[in-house]
């Protein structure tokens, strides 16, 4: 640019800054820019900047609310927000994508789509065996949305692929589903904790939990599937309510 490198100018700019917000993946952690083998050397603000507070607002790209909040938090109380250990503000970064979906009853049901055709993507069915990376991603998607609040990625239909995560380009296919993730996982039974969990009190407690979990999760897919069932009983007058 001019001559000069961009880490020349964003070593000048940095100079004088009081902290350094890196807006969006590609700032934050290198993006796809970086993706195996990075054969450019894409590094990220916080590998080639030091001495200076580094906030970083992941997301490819990030929410615009995210970045405004940011910006206001800091002209209003003359302090940087509250970070987590990636230095990532925890206002906007300190809950998956996957405890605040509204697909998530569906997950705890045990009801997934299957293929991207299903009919049960229309009925909001989860969509982690599709690829969704909600599980694994923090972010404020599904609280904050897109376009003014209008919708997410999950929303329109299609899995969260962990864009604010980093080396999400390297964390295996996008539409294959995650091997595993903390906690028990979504496809364990009450026998495959058995033949694991080891004799002992807290090992009873761990697995009365599960098998309630699961005889919880029985219970909703038993209720969606005979409210649906209701549904199509009823007499086209009644569901419109009678008109």
């Not at 069915?125 to 690829?131: E, I, N, R």
Request: positive net charge.
């Amino acid at each position: 640019i001019g001559g000069r490198t961009a880490l020349d100018v964003v070593k000048e700019a940095a100079n004088g800054a009081k902290a350094i917000i890196a807006w969006g993946s590609c700032a934050s952690n290198g993006c796809v820019q970086s993706a195996k083998p990075n054969p450019t050397g894409a590094t990220p603000i916080h590998k080639v900047i030091s001495g200076k507070p580094i906030i970083n607002v992941p997301g490819c790209p990030p929410i615009a609310e995210v970045m405004a909040g940011v910006i206001v938090h800091i002209l209003a109380f003359d302090r940087l927000p509250h970070l987590d250990g990636l230095g990532r503000p925890k206002a906007f970064y300190s809950k998956r994508v996957h405890d605040s979906c509204y697909r998530r009853p569906f997950y705890d049901a045990g009801l997934f789509v299957e293929t991207f055709d299903d009919e049960n993507a229309k009925k909001g069915y989860c969509l982690y065996k599709m690829g969704c990376r909600g599980p694994v991603t923090y972010n404020s998607c599904g609280i904050i949305k897109w376009n003014n609040g209008v919708s997410y990625p999950i929303q329109s239909g299609h899995g969260c692929i962990g864009c604010s995560e980093a080396n999400f380009w390297d964390n295996g296919p996008f539409y294959q589903h995650l091997a595993s993730f903390p906690g028990f996982g979504i496809e364990t039974t009450a026998d495959t904790i058995g033949a694991i969990v080891g004799v002992g009190t807290v090992a009873g407690i761990a697995a009365h939990a599960i098998s309630t979990n699961i005889r919880k999760r029985k219970l909703i897919k038993e209720e969606i599937e005979h409210s649906v069932k209701d549904a199509k009983l009823k007499p086209a007058d009644e569901q419109k309510g009678g008109e």
